[in-house]
C-alpha cells in the first residue's frame, strides 16, 4: 500500500497499512482464546470484550511516535484513539496481540474489543485501513475526544 493522505477534521492522517492477520495455509483468519491459557487463581470474570474470538495482526514495523490513529472501513472511520506510542498501541501487549489477562475484569478491555472487531470486519472480507498522525496543535487527549464527539465512530462506542 502506497502511503497516502486523509483529511479527517482537518487533520492529514497518513495511511499506515491496511490491517491483515495471520492466517492459515488456506488464507482463513487464524483465531485464538488466550483467556483459556490465564491461571486465573483470583477468579476473575471475563470482561465484557474478552470472549474473544481474537487473531494476531500482522503489521509493518510502526513507529514509535506518540499521535493519534484512525480505523477506516471503506469511507467510513470506525474508530479514533490515540497513544503515547504507536508501535506499542499495535504490538504483542496492545491490539496486535492479545495477552489472556486482558480477556478479564481489570484488563485492557479495548485492546479485546478491537482486536475482536478487526477479525469480525476481515472475516467479513472488509479491509480495515490503519491511519496515523503525529503531530497535532491540541494535545492528544482533546484531538481524540474532539474526533469522536464529531464523527462518532461506531467502534467507539
Not at 19 to 46: C, F, K, M, W
Not at 85 to 114: D, L, M, W
Amino acid at each position: 500500500m502506497t502511503s497516502e493522505l486523509r483529511e479527517i477534521q482537518s487533520l492529514g492522517f497518513e495511511s499506515v497499512c491496511v490491517i491483515d492477520v495471520e492466517r492459515t495455509s488456506s488464507g482463513d483468519p487464524v483465531e485464538y482464546l488466550p483467556q483459556d491459557r490465564y491461571a486465573n487463581r483470583s477468579g476473575h470474570a471475563l470482561n465484557p470484550n474478552g470472549v474473544g474470538p481474537f487473531c494476531k495482526m500482522e503489521l509493518p514495523a510502526l513507529n514509535r511516535s506518540p499521535g493519534v490513529y484512525a480505523i477506516v472501513i471503506g469511507e467510513s472511520v470506525v474508530y479514533i484513539g490515540e497513544c503515547q506510542n504507536f508501535a506499542e498501541r499495535y504490538g504483542p501487549r496492545g491490539y496486535g496481540v492479545i495477552h489472556p489477562r486482558n480477556c478479564f475484569v481489570g484488563g485492557q478491555s479495548t485492546n479485546c474489543k478491537i482486536n475482536a472487531r478487526v477479525l469480525t470486519a476481515i472475516k467479513a472480507e472488509l479491509s480495515p485501513i490503519l491511519y496515523f498522525v503525529a503531530e497535532t496543535e491540541a494535545p492528544r487527549k482533546v484531538v481524540e475526544r474532539d474526533l469522536i464527539a464529531l464523527l462518532l465512530p461506531k467502534w467507539n462506542g
